[in-house]
């Protein structure tokens, strides 16, 4: 059964030097129109799969470039065409300087029950050094014109680990984020991926972002303090407030079928997971002339589908069944003297240290 729909909105209003998001910077209704119009279709290729969607998410890119008009558009579309449960959860992700009150009030009636925003910082200083186009008092605007309209469920975004970040500046911040009736955080490590201006800024020595045991002391400080403040960490970088675990992120997670449409997104259907097209014209092409813009296809073996389960089981803080790696004793007792690992009742779950350096634990323990 898919029970996730993730659409992928891939338009921004500038492109932040660090993000490797599929999304580009176009100002353009008529293309905004064509490109809605286009994911009807696209969703209409999957009409006689087996759906009962109970999460719809709106990603990007930035959603709330849209007016929300299109957005329910689509959303009444799915409705029209698919089955879907009573009260799903629908999450639009939103960008401090776009969505405001007479917005969110829309989007609340029309049943958008979770806002994730890309606050990234409340300081100044980090907003500048990520090229961020927007002040601490959007963001402070944002949150209260979403509540003011009543949409409770909020995420606010945040990114560590900024070139000239002290441990000071990052309580001053989540002093601030927790100061707000939020109910949920997710806290990202700054990647300098190499195809962005920031990679290519580090890689050439122009930037320095802080070291391993300053990033480690940071994500130490977000987990300690978040937990003082009744955040309850279960994922690598996700925390929430009891009973506000994003269920939609909580199926990738573990390995719910999802069905992702538009540009660039990923779908995990029948053990088969597949990608479309990066490209939007590409895409636009495609799709209107009948043809599933997928760009990769790959078929989960049995081998596969154990791999997935540990990769994306050790994500979560409540870790994943020990019989599932029960054959590398050896490694698991090293890793545990090295303090990245604990077994807590048959089960096997990362520290904090481990979830720093999850991607070569992981690798290591795959099969
Ligand atoms: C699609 S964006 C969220 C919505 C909107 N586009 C915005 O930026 O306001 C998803 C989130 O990924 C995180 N992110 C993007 N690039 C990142 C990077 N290189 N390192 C760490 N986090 C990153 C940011 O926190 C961002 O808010
Ligand atoms: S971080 Fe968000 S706003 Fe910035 S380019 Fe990426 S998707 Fe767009």
Redesign the pocket.
Known sequence: MVKGLYIHIPF?????P??D?T?ITINNEEIYKKYIETLKKELLFYKNENINFETIYFG???PSILNPKYIIDIINFIKKNFKIVKNPEITVEV?PKTYRFEDFSILKEFGINRVSI?VQSFLVKNLKMLGRNHTPEDCLKTVEDCLKAGIENINLDLIFGIQNQTLEDLEEDLKIYTSLDIKHISAYMLTPYEETPLGQLVKNGYFNLPSDEEIEDMYKLIIDYLKSKNFYHYELSNWAKEGYQCKHNLFYWENVQFLGVGVSAWSYINNVRFGSTKNLFDYIEKVNSGVKPILFKEFLTEKDLKNEKIMLGLRLTKGIDKNLIQDKENLIKLLQNENLLEDKKNRVRLTPKGFLLSNYIISKLLD
């Open positions: 921004c209003n500038i492109k932040c660090y993000c998001f999304s990007g890119g930035t960008n890309g």
